[in-house]
């Protein structure tokens, strides 16, 4: 059954604040603040994830992170049975041929550079919102 966009959850990890208050920023424009979740590294993320009974409808990354990486953080839920079905989307400023095919290859759903200008988040983010309901 299709989700509704008032009914998504999305974790978003990354650990620069400034970042994170961009996505926040971007994605007030399509969503309620307590529809997405933030994460500053991949090991608070798998915690929470193994803490939890309901799992986001999909996980936007960062790659380079303290404690644990995008790239690390990936390959533990993809090879965990519990959470391999949550689709993963790697949002991360290298756009470095080996990132991207290392990522698709450990399963990511999808690979977006980080573009060099915040005013082009929320285009972005509506974009891959969309994709994610018709998944």
């Known amino acids: 059954m299709k989700k509704h966009i008032e009914e998504l959850l999305i974790y978003s990890v990354d650990d620069d604040k400034d970042e994170r208050f961009f996505i926040k920023e971007a994605f007030t424009d399509f969503l309620r603040d307590e529809q997405v979740r ?8 798998i915690n929470t994830l193994g803490e939890e009974a309901l799992y986001p409808d999909f996980i936007m990354m960062d790659l380079n992170m303290p404690l644990m990486n995008g790239k690390e953080a990936l390959e533990i839920i993809k090879k965990n049975p519990d959470w ?48 994610m309901l018709e998944a």
């Open 38 to 45: 933030f994460f500053s590294n991949g090991l608070e993320l």
């Open 84 to 131: 391999k079905h949550i689709p993963v989307v790697i949002f991360s400023t290298s756009n470095y041929e080996l990132d991207i095919a290392k990522c698709l290859g450990l399963g990511a759903k999808k690979y977006i550079c980080k573009p060099a200008s915040m005013m082009e988040y929320p285009k972005i983010f509506k974009g891959l919102i969309d994709e």
